[in-house]
């Protein structure tokens, strides 16, 4: 049984490390779409990519949008749960930094497994800071 499967429906019981770890990948996934045309070589969708994802670039996104007032209060609330979930981080980076970042991944993560299509109003709003 997966973690989808054996949460399903009850999603806000998902621990918050684990939305993270999910929304890591959804995020990443998503920017390699952005990037998808025109052709590149691998190296450079690798640069490219990278230069997104990194916990600097989430921590800017997730500043944007609570700057810009665009998540709801229970968002907020999963961010805020997600910075303090967010364990030690890597001595090359502050750690202020990378709270916000493992936030950023928690909200993204929550939000693909229980609401898409906010998923993509907010990745719609990011897309256009790229």
Do not use: W
């Amino acid at each position: 049984m997966t973690l989808f499967e054996a949460f399903s429906g009850r999603v806000a019981e998902i621990p918050t490390n684990a939305l993270a770890y999910i929304g890591d990948s959804v995020y990443e996934l998503h920017i390699r779409m952005c990037y998808l045309s025109p052709p590149r070589t691998a190296g450079v969708y690798h640069q490219l990519v990278v230069a997104k994802v990194r916990a600097e670039n989430q921590a800017q996104q997730l500043d944007r949008l609570i700057q810009q007032q665009t998540l709801t209060e229970s968002e907020l609330d999963l961010v805020k749960r997600g910075r303090n979930a967010s364990g030690s981080s890597s001595r090359h980076i502050d750690p202020v930094i990378y709270q916000k970042a493992t936030g950023f991944e928690a909200l993204v993560g929550y939000l693909y497994l229980s609401d898409r299509d906010r998923l993509h109003q907010i990745f719609q709003q990011i897309d256009h800071e790229i």
